[in-house]
């Protein structure tokens, strides 16, 4: 990095910081994530094919493109974005709260959203010491496992950097999707809520409320990192798939991982 862009950011990053920021973020897609950590811009995290930042309001844009889709916003429990406008405001008075993700390809592109609710900002606990995670991401990359990866990534950072001792999530009766995204993770079933009012839809919906405690996430890692191993041994024609499916079935019993990938 040149050390006048370096400098002229240093000495700007109170005003301009947002500016400035993504200015080097499209310049330096994969080396601003080291920079922003030593200039305070707020938590990044890193995955194989993700970034996950905080939102811009230069990523209205983007964030309309995949919000105005019916069959997004709805399925959460939210209302289609209805102009790019809209977008931005939204950015401001809703994805900017802490620990509020833009999940991000590795070009800086953002395609979704992902964030850790905590206090007044999630009605499933109480506790300084849980919080929700809720996440939602654009259709035309559903199917990737782009949301698990992500969802990977900040359950790592709450448990491990917040000191989480356990996290919520929830889904609407229906949303299959969201509930396929917690089996993948290891949640475990907690309780049915029928009549939950809808206000931003006019509607009320079954919710179903899932929990991961912190020893159940590190199982989870145990877990995967054992099935890590059995794939290594597939792949490398150490084991047949008929003892692969047989080993890897009697670890998701022994374990209590039926689901989970």
């Not at 993700?101 to 592109?109: I, N, R, S």
């Not at 990534?153 to 929830?170: D, H, I, K, P, T």
Request: hydrophobic share 35%.
């Amino acid at each position: 990095l040149p050390s006048v862009l370096l400098h002229a950011f240093v000495q700007s990053q109170t005003m301009y910081k947002q500016t400035l920021y993504t200015q080097i973020q499209q310049m330096l897609p994969l080396q601003y994530l080291a920079l922003s950590k030593s200039l305070s811009l707020g938590t990044m995290l890193e995955t194989e094919r993700l970034i996950l930042r905080p939102w811009l309001e230069t990523d209205a844009k983007d964030l309309y493109t995949y919000a105005k889709d019916p069959e997004v916003g709805p399925p959460a429990g939210w209302p289609p974005h209805e102009s790019e406008e809209q977008s931005r405001q939204i950015i401001r008075d809703v994805l900017s709260a802490p620990e509020t993700y833009a999940v991000c390809l590795k070009d800086g592109t953002a395609i979704g959203s992902i964030g850790l609710k905590m206090g007044e900002n999630t009605t499933l606990t109480d506790r300084e010491d849980e919080c929700e995670l809720g996440y939602w991401i654009g259709k035309p990359y559903w199917g990737q496992g782009l949301i698990p990866e992500a969802s990977r990534a900040l359950l790592q950072y709450a448990f491990q950097e917040l000191g989480m001792r356990a996290v919520w999530c929830g889904y609407y009766e229906g949303n299959e999707k969201s509930k396929k995204v917690q089996e993948k993770l290891g949640f475990v079933y907690r309780y049915t809520t029928e009549n939950l009012e809808l206000s931003l839809l006019g509607e009320y919906r079954t919710g179903h409320t899932n929990l991961m405690t912190k020893e159940r996430w590190q199982k989870v890692q145990l877990f995967r990192q054992q099935k890590k191993t059995l794939d290594t041994f597939l792949a490398s024609c150490a084991i047949t798939r008929v003892q692969y499916d047989k080993s890897l079935g009697d670890l998701q019993k022994l374990m209590d991982m039926q689901g989970v990938k």
